[in-house]
């Protein structure tokens, strides 16, 4: 039996990973989760069982739409999919696709996961997401991780 989202992400808690990991009122199919995660910042996640979606709402905020930064990033998230990418690193896009929203200037990332593959889909969602942040952000974009995420210069 596959194992659930909620199993799945409930392990990277138990594994000190994510801390305050809870699990909040859902319906239509659709579960909520928050933890703490990177540099101690909330994440807010939602998985529409339906669609076979998992949404990181709100993940970066002051996010121009057309701005450099915005560019760059949907440059780096078409990369991952890319057969120049290592390939336990790389995203197969038979069994996983990202979906890049800016609203308002803020980014969300959907992970759209294909035939029920569960275990795959959540696990590449927490290493695209963990990417995002420390070799794209980090490395590419500091000032903006110390202004949004009033992350120390050091």
Avoid: C
Wanted: no cysteine; net charge positive; proline share 5%.
């Amino acid at each position: 039996m596959e194992p659930t989202v909620k199993q799945i992400l409930k392990s990277y808690a138990e594994r000190g990973m994510f801390r305050s990991f809870s699990q909040t009122a859902g319906s239509n199919g659709k579960a909520e989760f928050r933890f703490f995660w990177l540099y101690n910042l909330p994440f807010h996640v939602i998985f529409d069982q339906k669609r076979g979606a998992l949404s990181f709402r709100k993940l970066l905020p002051g996010v121009p739409p057309g701005s450099q930064l915005e560019a760059e990033l949907k440059t780096f998230i078409r990369s991952l999919a890319s057969p120049d990418r290592l390939e336990h690193r790389r995203l197969d896009p038979e069994r996983l696709s990202v979906a890049y929203v800016n609203r308002d200037g803020t980014v969300a990332l959907t992970f759209l996961v294909t035939r029920d593959d569960y275990e795959y889909g959540v696990k590449k969602a927490i290493n695209v997401v963990n990417e995002v942040f420390l070799s794209f952000l980090n490395v590419r974009f500091p000032e903006y991780m110390i202004e949004k995420f009033k992350l120390s210069e050091d």
